[in-house]
């Protein structure tokens, strides 16, 4: 696999965030769904990435936004439904671990929704350490969302 900064000129990229999107949505109350479509990930401060198949097929995207010097959000983390169980969210996720270290921040938060259908999404969160927390930066206590969080002490 090959992780590279997010093309946003490329369609396979905006079929994936569109996917993205709309399958979030589908699946969350009216005004709960917090995923940023492809203009919200070129704001300034975001950080977005897609991962590669050796063959050239787009496995996932997933995005870091800086919220304070030592604090950043998960944002848009999606993997193709082909690519699932196969080690590709873990290694997106490492990666945005990794570079929101490498920034100097010590704390990466985000918020995903609490139907059933996020469940996988929970489970690989939890297993790279993120427990459970209040809302952060901007958002509200919302029975749709979970808020999780990790610390990232210094090296």
Not at 62 to 88: C, P, Q, Y
Request: with cysteine.
């Amino acid at each position: 696999m090959r992780t590279a900064p997010a093309d946003f000129a490329d369609p396979r990229v905006i079929a994936l965030l569109r996917h993205h999107l709309e399958s979030a949505r589908a699946e969350t109350a009216p005004g709960s769904a917090h995923a940023l479509d492809p203009t919200g990930l070129q704001a300034p401060g975001i950080e977005a990435w897609t991962m590669w198949d050796a063959d050239g097929t787009l496995l996932a995207i997933g995005a870091l936004k800086r919220i304070s010097a030592i604090h950043g959000e998960v944002k848009s983390m999606h993997t193709a439904g082909a690519a699932r169980r196969r080690g590709v969210g873990g290694a997106m996720l490492r990666h945005i671990i990794a570079a929101a270290r490498a920034t100097g921040m010590r704390r990466l938060s985000l918020e995903t929704g609490s139907w059933p259908y996020f469940a996988s999404a929970h489970a690989l969160y939890a297993a790279h350490g993120f427990v459970e927390c209040g809302p952060f930066e901007g958002y509200g206590p919302d029975p749709n969302s979970i808020f999780m969080t990790l610390d990232l002490p210094a090296a």
